[in-house]
Nanobody
Framework: QVQLVESGGGLVQTGGSLKLSCVAP????????MSWYRQAPGKERELVAYQTTGGSIDYRSAVKGRFTISRDRAKNSVYLQMNNLMPEDTAIYYC?????????WGQGIQVTVSS
């Protein structure tokens, strides 16, 4: 079964950093916009950042200047470097790939920021 595999979540104090990783099948990675979403308890899932195959990047305003998305073609991976984390960043983070053919989701990974 085709899937995205995430890693790197955990518990961190306010102001700390975490780096999330997501590995995709090569045939998916090369054709897809790769994104990170998050869902906090009681809230809807929201887009955090995305990077297209052409390299275009965008972030939601709440994370601009703190989070960085990047892709590694050699490893078929997308990363989310999260710095200066705040309690409101606490959520389950999901990796997403989207192409003209299909959309895939990772299983989700917990990020908890303590105050």
């Amino acid at each position: 079964q085709v899937q995205l595999v995430e890693s790197g979540g955990g518990l961190v104090q306010t102001g700390g950093s975490l780096k999330l990783s997501c590995v995709a099948p090569p045939e998916v990675f090369m054709l897809s916009t790769m994104s990170w979403y998050r869902q906090a308890p009681g809230k809807e899932r929201e887009l955090v950042a995305y990077q297209t195959t052409g390299g275009s990047i965008d972030y939601r305003s709440a994370v601009k200047g703190r989070f960085t998305i990047s892709r590694d073609r050699a490893k078929n991976s997308v990363y989310l470097q999260m710095n200066n984390l705040m309690p409101e960043d606490t959520a389950i983070y999901y990796c997403n790939s989207r192409s003209s053919a299909e959309e895939l989701w990772g299983q989700g990974i917990q990020v908890t920021v303590s105050s």
